[in-house]
């Protein structure tokens, strides 16, 4: 079964409103999560480093006042895409790092696919 | 030059055939080597981890040639549920673990 889950797995809103997705690890604790997003035919592209008590690590040329991302447990990480345009439109994943026994090893969520009108 | 290059595909073979996708990164201090697969509109998921000893799992067999900074996947006796589009992944450890994804290759088993 599933060891990380993502919601919702489908959203469709209007432009400048505000949508969250959460991430939750269900088997483990995740320190470090992950927030990718894919465009069609393209490679996941790495975010935002989520990092459970403190402050998001961003990417270059990823808006952090965009994307707001907390992590406020071990198990619980929520992006959310302020003022969604239709650009922002695309496919939306999560990680979480399972360091446990040295596995090191992200495991996904089955991602949020946005649509923005 | 990119960070993960694949063979741009996609790869058509028919059931039974051996496959093979190659794959370079561009940053010699990655540490950790993986192959994903990504099934359409679905998160990807991990296939095998790749070591510098070379590894197999089953019919999937993965090489590492770190001086070359090369990767490959070699896929025998392809499945129809083979089909997907194969990932590869790269991460620089050193503490922060985050992976460096190729475009992927498209490969389609066919009947």
């Known amino acids: 079964g599933a060891v990380v889950s993502q919601h919702p797995s489908w959203v469709i809103c209007k432009s400048g409103t505000s949508v969250k997705i959460e991430c939750r690890s269900l088997?483990?604790?995740?320190?470090?999560m992950f927030w990718y997003r894919q465009f069609p035919k393209q490679s996941l592209m790495l975010m935002a480093t989520?990092?459970?008590?403190?402050?998001?690590?961003?990417e270059q040329g990823v808006e952090k006042d965009k994307f707001l991302i907390n992590h406020a447990s071990l198990t619980l990480s929520t992006l959310t895409v302020t003022s969604a345009h239709p650009e922002d439109s695309s496919f939306y994943i999560c990680?979480?790092?399972?360091?446990?026994?040295?596995?090191?090893?992200?495991?996904f969520g089955a991602g949020t696919r946005l649509s923005v009108l | 030059r990119k960070e993960v290059e694949q063979d741009p595909g996609p790869f058509n073979v028919p059931e039974g055939a051996t496959v093979a996708f190659n794959c370079t990164y561009s940053?010699?201090?990655?540490?950790?080597f993986f192959w994903y697969r990504q099934d359409c509109r679905k998160e990807p998921k991990l296939l095998m981890s790749?070591?510098?000893s070379g590894n197999e799992d089953g019919r999937f067999t993965a090489q590492l040639n770190r001086a070359s900074q090369y990767i490959s996947l070699l896929i025998r006796d392809s499945k129809l549920s083979d089909s997907a589009t194969y990932l590869c992944?790269?991460?620089?450890?050193?503490?922060?673990?985050?992976?460096?994804f190729g475009k992927g290759t498209k490969l389609s088993v066919i009947p």
């Open positions: 990680s979480a790092l399972d360091r446990s026994l040295a596995k090191n090893i992200q495991y």
């Open positions: 088997d483990f604790q995740a320190t470090t």
């Open positions: 989520s990092n459970e008590g403190s402050k998001a690590t961003y």
């Open positions: 940053n010699s201090a990655s540490q950790s």
């Open positions: 790749v070591y510098s």
């Open positions: 992944v790269v991460s620089s450890g050193a503490g922060s673990y985050q992976l460096t």
